[in-house]
């Protein structure tokens, strides 16, 4: 699964780093850590990025900030922490926290089928 994750308004690339490590991580983790078999963050370098529309040089042009790749052993782990997730009381903690920190109005999270180079080659 991609999560697609922008910054909120008024917080600083470090700021938004840091908070996604240091709270975060570890909420997600308390809450689906043994059903995950991977949870990686890549973090957008905005002053190598380049294809945005009106932007200048050194201005954000992707309109993100981390892709996000939590990783499943098997569907039913994946489908284990879809229920954890779906607990209201869960669903209220992810909520809040990433209130103070995600523009959640741009959050895009999907399923992907992802194909390795041996896959493409064969």
Not at 37 to 55: E, L, M, P
């Amino acid at each position: 699964m991609v999560a697609v994750l922008s910054r909120k308004p008024g917080i600083s690339v470090e700021e938004f780093r840091s908070h996604y490590e240091q709270v975060h991580v570890p909420l997600i983790l308390s809450l689906v850590g043994p059903h995950l078999a991977d949870y990686r963050r890549s973090y957008v370098d905005h002053s190598t990025a380049s294809g945005g529309v009106n932007a200048g040089p050194g201005e954000e042009q992707l309109g993100f900030d981390v892709i996000t790749e939590t990783w499943y052993a098997e569907q039913a782990a994946f489908d284990q922490a879809m229920e954890v997730f779906r607990h209201p009381e869960h669903a209220e903690r992810v909520r809040a926290d990433e209130l103070s920190f995600l523009d959640r109005s741009r959050k895009r999270i999907f399923l992907v089928d992802e194909v390795g180079a041996s896959q493409a080659d064969g």
